[in-house]
């Protein structure tokens, strides 16, 4: 039987060494080296033989292969730089849809990320956890005079300015040389909140290997992440063990500091959350969110007692760290001031202080904490900092030079750091806002920073964006007839959805109140009044949430408590046949947490392997005509890519796009998706069993089945006819 992979064309290859094993090796890579197009090759199955390890050890017969099935077991070919540039010919032709109408940077020069010395960077938090532990590290914390410093730039400063779109391409660039310049921050706040469904949603990225990865190139400074709590890194409420489970896995990749809050300060829905970092062994900064005007006259429930009560019920909950986060940018001088002061007399914990500079005040909000005698603060990289972001690092660093608190960070430093992400930023030009300056009127809509900008694109896409003034005064409105809500993700999504749909259906106050208006409320909204977010201090309003629930109970207990546990090993069979993959513990947590969005991006990585390893430039606007980049796919394997130049438009709807590959040419063909409807031959779609592919182009000449036929695997549909 001549089998399918019988071609008259033969090469001889001929691999020698001074051993048996360097000489397989040798042959191994030639075999591999090999690029042969337009025909099928047995070199797979020369690569399996080669490799056996019967074949190695000289232990075989002339019966080998007959007796050794497994020889045929081919596993899939990576062949990255093929979907590399089957990607990069598809944003040429068809454009990225995440740039699709937005401002183009044009041609910039690449960021050059500064270089780090030679040698291992010195020991620094990491090493510190590791020898103290959580409450050591804690009691660490507490007996330092210096301010500790916390660096967002890799996670809150590009969520709240640049609609976390930054890619892991740009943050790696500057990790080494972190390492070692700025080897005394007390963390790196890299990971989690929006980052993680963004990384693989719009950027095509595994979070999980976004996190190795920094880990490997700041092995000294302690990983720190956002975590939802009983909303783990979603907008909903999960099963206990879906949360325990995503906490261990998040720790075992590198996570050293789990920053836990929930978004309606109830402690209740945090406590799982938080028994799971405990047992991790990991610090676990357990949040107060703040909202509010505490030196209000009357700063009605949200008042220091409040607060004061909330930072107690924690520190028996078992935090190692207390955190401030102050979302909105709320939390003005001489609050912080009060806050602080109190939260250090009524409590044994370090206390860590989070905010943004929406009004414009954060450096002095910053300052007044370190007065009172805050332990840690979250700043920002100069070029990365402001408006919706944390305040400067600079500035707050300059301010404290030479004093007792001075964090000992070299000006020089941030300077250089500062240089490169304005590089960087400027690379990233579709997702900035239009926001030119400070806005005070955070304080009347008490907007959280990560979502002023996210907002403001949503509002864009609506056709709303004249409109915005508006927006902000509806989300004031709505957080009234809500019943004076903490605002932060989710419940934060909740208002803006509401905000937004008011205002697009010209909807007022008195029309959401009125209960003989029938209203289609956002999904969001009746998820918040069911209780299914959690319980609001003080409750819902009554007559609204009847109105929302339309004669549904709301939950009065905690979600997670009444959650049947999820089927961990169902989940993980489900999540494999929409990879078409076996899937490691990380990637089942990131199924757990979106299914649909985790489906989505292993099928783009299944087309066009690792993106991330892209220029940002290139990965959102292509190549431009002769410019060649140098694309490092893995240590010692680099890429060197050339576009040339992009064919006319086929009967079938394709176009081939020229590459210069490593210096060869190579190329790859794209279906234009603006070609006329209906043009070439329909495709088989993978994510229907039912349909089966072709297996080569060709024309049938027979059909061996009729409908109604009952069939097995291994039987004859048709012949394909195809000539080579």
Not at 347 to 353: A, E, K, N
Not at 373 to 398: R, Y
């Amino acid at each position: 039987m001549i089998t399918p992979f019988y071609d008259s064309l033969l090469e001889k290859v001929t691999a020698w060494a001074p051993t048996a094993e360097e000489a397989i090796d040798r042959m191994d890579r030639a075999l591999r080296e090999f690029r042969v197009r337009g025909v099928a090759t047995n070199l797979i199955f020369l690569e399996e033989l080669i490799g056996h390890p019967k074949f190695r050890a000289a232990d075989y017969t002339t019966r080998f292969i007959d007796d050794t099935p497994e020889l045929f077991d081919f596993p899939p070919r990576r062949d990255r730089a093929t979907r590399l540039l089957t990607f990069i010919g598809d944003v040429l032709v068809n454009g990225n849809p995440e740039v699709a109408g937005r401002a183009a940077p044009g041609e910039l020069p690449p960021p050059q990320a500064p270089r780090p010395p030679v040698g291992d960077p010195p020991d620094g938090s990491k090493q510190l956890l590791d020898k103290l532990g959580p409450e050591g590290f804690a009691k660490w914390m507490l007996d330092r005079n210096e301010l500790l410093v916390t660096d967002t730039t890799m996670r809150d400063a590009h969520q709240s300015l640049l609609a976390t779109r930054m890619r892991s391409h740009d943050i790696l660039a500057a990790a080494p040389w972190y390492a070692h310049a700025f080897a005394n921050l007390l963390s790196l706040e890299s990971w989690g909140g929006a980052t993680f469904d963004v990384a693989m949603r719009f950027l095509n990225e595994d979070p999980w290997e976004r996190l190795a990865r920094l880990c490997e190139r700041t092995p000294n400074l302690l990983q720190q992440m956002l975590l939802r709590g009983a909303n783990g890194v979603g907008y909903k409420n999960y099963p206990d063990n879906v949360v325990r489970f995503f906490v261990q896995q998040s720790a075992e990749a590198g996570i050293d500091l789990f920053r836990v809050f929930d978004s309606l300060n109830w402690v209740e829905n945090m406590r799982v959350a938080m028994d799971a970092v405990l047992e991790s062994g990991k610090l676990l900064e357990a949040a107060i969110c703040y909202t509010g005007d505490l030196t209000a006259p009357d700063p009605g429930k949200y008042d220091l007692k409040y607060y004061v009560e909330m930072a107690k019920e924690l520190e028996k909950a078992g935090a190692h760290i207390l955190a401030i986060k102050d979302m909105g940018g709320l939390c003005r001088p001489a609050a912080a001031r009060l806050l602080v002061s109190n939260l250090k007399q009524e409590t044994g914990l370090p206390i860590h202080f989070h905010t943004h500079d929406t009004g414009g005040v954060a450096v002095s909000s910053v300052l007044a904490a370190v007065e009172a005698g805050v332990d840690a603060v979250d700043l920002a990289v100069d070029a990365m900092a402001g408006f919706t972001s944390q305040p400067s690092m600079g500035a707050v660093v300059a301010s404290l030079a030479g004093g007792e608190r001075d964090p000992g960070i070299a000006m020089e430093t941030i300077h250089e750091a500062s240089h490169y992400w304005e590089e960087v930023r400027r690379h990233y030009l579709a997702f900035e806002s239009d926001i030119r300056a400070g806005s005070s009127d955070v304080f009347e809509h008490g907007m959280p920073g990560g979502q002023y900008t996210n907002l403001r694109e949503q509002a864009r896409s609506m056709g709303l964006e004249k409109q915005w003034p508006k927006v902000t005064r509806t989300y004031a409105e709505v957080n009234r007839l809500f019943g004076d809500i903490v605002k932060v993700t989710p419940t934060s999504k909740v208002v803006g959805d509401m905000a937004l749909s008011m205002v697009a259906g010209g909807l007022t106050s008195a029309d959401v109140e009125n209960p003989a208006k029938d209203i289609a409320f956002p999904e969001s909204v009746i998820e918040l009044f069911s209780g299914n977010i959690g319980q609001l201090v003080g409750g819902f309003p009554e007559a609204l949430q009847r109105k929302i629930l339309k004669g549904s109970k709301p939950l009065k207990v905690r979600p997670g408590s009444i959650m049947e546990p999820a089927d961990l090993e169902a989940e993980r069979t489900e999540a494999e046949k929409k990879a078409r993959r076996h899937i490691s513990d990380r990637e089942l947590a990131s199924w757990l947490m979106y299914p649909a969005v985790f489906a989505d991006y292993a099928k783009h990585r299944r087309m066009y392997s690792d993106t991330s390893v892209l220029p940002t430039d290139v990965y959102f606007c292509g190549l431009v005509p002769g410019q060649e980049i140098a694309i490092d796919i893995e240590q010692g394997k680099t890429l060197f890519i050339r576009w040339q130049a992009t064919g006319e438009l086929d009967e079938d709807g394709n176009r081939t796009i020229f590459f210069e590959l490593n210096g060869h040419p190579r190329t790859v063909k794209v279906r234009d998706k603006s070609a006329a409807a209906g043009a070439g031959h329909r495709k088989a779609d993978e994510a229907d069993p039912g349909q089966i592919g072709a297996p080569m182009p060709g024309m049938i000449i027979s059909v061996s089945v009729k409908p109604g036929d009952k069939v097995a695997s291994g039987d004859r549909l048709f012949v394909i006819e195809a000539m080579k």
